[in-house]
């Protein structure tokens, strides 16, 4: 019913910045909350940032001061700008969306994530 496509993943050096995008399409009423979660190797997956549909945002402290999320309603898509990244970061970031069907259903939807290296 809704499909999430993650976009803006890549290499860059430590220091450096990325900014990741994740579009929302498909048939639903609304979208709550949005986020991004990450897996490396070897670890289990956890969680970047969230955001609701009235701005409210939750970081874990492994990123706070560093990362920032937000999110166009009007275009049903959720940001990530990564700031002064460091080799940690690196993972498959997965985007993610909690969305309320016409029949008042509500799901979880996950995107096929994308990957974010960062170089020493």
């Known amino acids: 019913q809704v499909q999430l496509v993650e976009s803006g993943g890549g290499l860059v050096q430590a220091g450096g910045s990325l900014r990741l995008s994740c579009a929302a399409s498909?048939?639903?009423?609304?979208?709550?909350?949005m986020g991004w979660y990450r897996q490396a190797p070897g670890k289990q997956r956890e969680l970047v940032a969230t955001?609701?549909?009235?701005?409210?945002?939750n970081y874990p402290n492994s990123v706070k001061g560093r990362f920032t999320i937000s999110r166009d309603n009007a275009k049903n898509t959720v940001y990530l700008q990564m700031n002064d990244l460091k080799p940690e970061d690196t993972a498959v970031y997965f985007c993610?969306?909690?969305?309320?069907?016409?029949?008042?259903?509500?799901?979880?939807?996950w995107g096929q994530g994308t990957q974010v290296t960062v170089s020493s």
């Open positions: 993610n969306a909690d969305a309320l069907a016409y029949t008042n259903v509500r799901y979880q939807y």
């Open positions: 498909g048939s639903f009423f609304s979208i709550n909350t």
């Open positions: 955001i609701t549909s009235g701005g409210n945002t």
